[in-house]
């Protein structure tokens, strides 16, 4: 054989190892999601909920959401209106086993929370956080979670665009989001958005649909804005609220400026509730807002009135900076009066 037909042969012995190394190493969907679904679990809250006619009793109502474990000892990445104000969170995993969990910290304006379980799982499976920056539009993903309750479904698609905070929901201010056309519905709040290596690059929020179902308009929030949850100090306040102005402000009668925050959940347990804030408890419709009405309306926070810009976010810093035994001041309108509640700051969770 001369050097010359020896070339062509060599060059295709090479390729075809190439391509057998390739296929050795390069998982199938079906396998990565084999892989990776022991790490994704329901989440099942339960919260007093206001009774649907005058002089009802108040009832017990039930939430489900998705989530992640993301270490041995138990934590796990959720969407923050998930958990936000729950009485009581039970975590059920794929093998059955179900637990109880707590809010470590949340960060509503990037909808994303961080739970711990009551006790480390079973033979956990955790999943691996990626690289969101390194995510091209156009790349195929996939999620998992429990849409309308059917539990570790499965659907791809690809990310459609990348989303600037602001640039879907307001109050959303710290919130990066990959959009995406994998199907999403009620009950994959939280869940995971992987990419092919089924690494975890985004915790699933919202959609926008006309029929509230979906409609390819799918957001998860990026996994740099939730690993920055983890590797940051922060809290969980157990507060669901409305803010007021303009009109909606003049109505509730407010003190000048006329900026508030309408409570109208309070977490039994939370930090909102040992403050001594009280939630609504009058279901109103208001213009184009239903809400819960008869509560606290906090005007500011630490001497921050919510009037001033980036208040919310300001304050929240403030409280995250705070020393444990720090008095916690809250001015708030209660029943016509401007009252102050004082609370002592509490040590942060540590992820």
């Known amino acids: 054989m001369t050097p010359r037909s020896f070339a062509p042969i060599a060059i295709i012995l090479i390729c075809t190892a190439r391509l057998q190394a390739q296929a050795q190493t390069t998982q199938t969907l079906a396998e990565v999601f084999k892989r990776v679904d022991p790490a994704v679990v329901e989440i099942h809250t339960k919260e007093i909920d206001l009774p649907v006619v005058p002089m009802g ?3 017990s109502v039930g939430g489900l959401g998705s989530g992640v474990l993301i270490s041995p000892d138990g934590k796990i990445l959720t969407a923050a209106h998930v958990v936000q104000t729950a009485d009581a969170i039970e975590v059920e995993f794929l093998t059955g086993e179900t637990l109880r969990a707590r809010v470590l910290s949340s960060e509503p304006s990037a909808d994303v929370a961080l739970l711990q ?3 480390a799982p079973r033979a956990p499976f955790v999943a ?3 690289d969101s920056d390194a995510v091209e539009i156009g790349a195929p993903v996939f999620v998992v ?8 479904t499965l659907t791809v698609g690809y990310i459609s665009a ?17 959009q995406t056309d994998a199907a999403i519905n009620q009950g994959n709040s939280g869940g995971p958005l992987f990419n092919m290596q089924g690494e975890v690059i985004g915790i699933v929020s919202h959609i926008l649909s006309h029929s509230g179902g979906s409609e390819g308009l799918g957001f998860a929030v990026t996994s740099k804005v939730a690993r920055q949850l983890l590797e940051q100090k922060s809290f969980w306040s157990g507060l669901g609220g409305f803010m007021l102005s303009g009109d909606m402000a003049q109505v509730f009668n407010l003190p000048p400026p006329g900026v508030g925050l309408l409570v109208q959940r309070v977490a039994a347990g939370s930090p909102a509730e040992r403050l001594g804030l009280k939630a609504g408890t009058t279901r109103a419709s ?13 005007l500011a926070v630490l001497g921050i009135s919510l009037s001033q810009p980036s208040a919310l976010t300001v304050i929240r810093q403030k409280i995250t900076d705070a ?4 008095p916690i001041d809250v001015t708030v ?3 016509g009066k401007v009252i102050t509640l004082t609370a002592k700051a509490q040590p942060p969770a540590q992820p």
């Open 333 to 335: 309108l209660r029943g």
């Open 323 to 326: 020393q444990p035994n720090d």
């Open 128 to 130: 691996k956080i990626g």
């Open 286 to 298: 208001i213009g184009d807002e239903d809400l819960v009405v008869g509560g606290d309306i906090i």
């Open 145 to 152: 979670g429990a849409p309308l309750g059917a539990s570790h």
């Open 117 to 119: 379980l009551e006790k």
């Open 57 to 59: 009793q108040p009832v």
């Open 162 to 178: 990348r989303r600037k905070p602001n640039a879907t929901l307001s109050g959303m201010s710290r919130a990066e989001f990959f």
